[in-house]
Every structure is written in C-alpha cells, then in structure tokens.
Nanobody, 126 residues
Framework: QVQVAESGGGLVQAGGSLTLSCTAS????????MGWFRQAAGKEREFVGY????????NYADSVKGRFTASRDNAKSMMYLQMNSLKSEDTAVYYC???????????????????WGQGTQVTVSS
C-alpha cells in the first residue's frame, strides 16, 4: 500500500515564501516520479510541477515557472516545493502525487499519477 502525505501549508502574505513537503511510503522512494497539483475553490485541479526519480528532470506550469522549485531527497524519502513570490492566485489546496514509474511523459496530467495525498491548504493574503 503506497501512502502519500504532504505538509507545510499555511497562511502567507503576498510576496512571501512557503515550502511544502511530501513523502511517499510503500516502496523505495526513488522509484517514484512525483508531481505537485493544486485546486482552488470552484476550479479544477491543475498541474504545478513535476520531478523525476533522480531530481534531474523538472517541469513547471507557466503560472509558477521561475517562482516555484521542486526538489527531492531520496535518502530522506522527501520531496519539496519551494514557493517564492507568492500571489493571491496561488491560493489553493496543494496535492502531492506519486507515479508508478521513475519518469513519466504526460507529467502534467493527473492520470499519470497513481497515488495522491490528502492535500494541504495554502492561503496567500493580499
């Protein structure tokens, strides 16, 4: 049974920073490609960022490119999303997801990920 859990959400002022953390258990953490998604109230879930098993390959949504950075520490079984220059439109529930593969091609599609966390709320006040 693979379990994914994210943490680190909270309330932050616009222009501030926040770091989300994610862990996935069930097998060797380095076996998973990982993704970040978010869902704002009344909107569909959208892709935020992707990182492959080694951390060498990353991809981001245009809306966060240059502000958000995904990283991982396989030795600690942890993945992170560093969020800088936060905007009110970044307010959402953020989800961590794990794929069954070390790398995925359709990294922006929720269907590429088999395991999901419960989400953590990020609120950016203007």
């Amino acid at each position: 049974q693979v379990q994914v859990a994210e943490s680190g959400g909270g309330l932050v002022q616009a222009g501030g920073s926040l770091t989300l953390s994610c862990t996935a258990s069930g097998r060797t953490f380095g076996m998973y490609a990982m993704g970040w998604f978010r869902q704002a109230a009344g909107k569909e879930r959208e892709f935020v960022g992707y990182i492959n098993w080694s951390g060498v390959s990353t991809n981001y949504a245009d809306s966060v490119k240059g502000r958000f950075t995904a990283s991982r520490d396989n030795a600690k079984s942890m993945m992170y999303l560093q969020m800088n220059s936060l905007k009110s439109e970044d307010t959402a529930v953020y989800y961590c997801a794990a794929a069954d593969y070390r790398s995925v091609g359709m990294w922006s599609s929720p269907s590429a990920y088999a395991y999901w966390g419960q989400g953590t709320q990020v609120t950016v006040s203007s």
